[in-house]
Nanobody, 122 residues
Framework: QVHLVESGGGSVQSGGSLRLSCVAS????????MGWFRQAPGKEREGVAT???????RYTDSVKGRFTISQDNAKNTLYLQMRSLKPEDTAMYYC????????????????WGQGTQVTVSS
């Protein structure tokens, strides 16, 4: 069982930045794929970024060049640095842990945090 807690969300203007954090209750670095997902009202939950234990990353096209996923294994913490934020980035952001590396499909993730809200105004 892995318990995930996100933080760092908030309200920013278009072009602003935020850094999301996700603290895991257990050491996930060797056993789990970690990812960030988001869900806007009325839309499906979509994969944003994922990282494997070697540090390889994968991003959905809409955030490439603007978002950076990273992890600090010593702190059991996953990060999502978001820059050049746009109104369409507005969503609830979730941290997740799963067993399939570098997948952006929500179906391959087993453990989920409660989410942190990101709101970007124009």
């Amino acid at each position: 069982q892995v318990h995930l807690v996100e933080s760092g969300g908030g309200s920013v203007q278009s072009g602003g930045s935020l850094r999301l954090s996700c603290v895991a209750s257990a050491d996930t670095s060797g056993s789990y794929a970690m990812g960030w997902f988001r869900q806007a009202p009325g839309k499906e939950r979509e994969g944003v970024a994922t990282i494997d234990r070697a540090g390889n990353t994968r991003y959905t096209d809409s955030v490439k060049g603007r978002f950076t996923i990273s992890q600090d294994n010593a702190k059991n913490t996953l990060y999502l640095q978001m820059r050049s934020l746009k109104p369409e980035d507005t969503a609830m952001y979730y941290c997740a842990a799963g067993r399939v590396y570098l997948s952006l499909s929500k179906y391959y993730y087993t453990y989920w945090g409660q989410g942190t809200q990101v709101t970007v105004s124009s």
